[in-house]
């Protein structure tokens, strides 16, 4: 499955707009919704263990299994929650 070179622009373009309005929009989410009471401030949230399996798939075909292992931390900081994976 190949692109044409105007589909390449195409998503080369909707690349730069994405990453642009994530950068512009994020901050702005968190600054709305959070800065209140401090942009980074501690707040408790649910933490524990998360275990996830499953097949890897490329190129429509299966070439492998994976196992996902994560620990949240039982803060958030600001919009922001530890996790180790």
């Given at each position: 499955m190949s692109m044409s070179v105007a589909e390449a622009k195409e998503s080369m373009f909707m690349n730069g707009i994405l990453a642009v309005l994530f950068t512009i929009?994020?901050?702005?989410?968190?600054?709305?919704?959070y800065c209140d009471t401090g942009c980074l401030a501690r707040s408790p949230a649910d933490g524990g263990w998360t275990v996830s399996a499953s097949s890897v798939i490329f190129e429509g075909a299966q070439i492998g299994n994976?196992?996902?292992?994560?620990?949240?931390?039982d803060h958030?900081?600001?919009?922001?929650q530890p996790t180790f994976g």
């Amino acid at each position: 499955m190949s692109m044409s070179v105007a589909e390449a622009k195409e998503s080369m373009f909707m690349n730069g707009i994405l990453a642009v309005l994530f950068t512009i929009l994020g901050p702005t989410m968190m600054w709305t919704n959070y800065c209140d009471t401090g942009c980074l401030a501690r707040s408790p949230a649910d933490g524990g263990w998360t275990v996830s399996a499953s097949s890897v798939i490329f190129e429509g075909a299966q070439i492998g299994n994976e196992l996902f292992v994560r620990y949240d931390l039982d803060h958030k900081l600001g919009p922001f929650q530890p996790t180790f994976g």
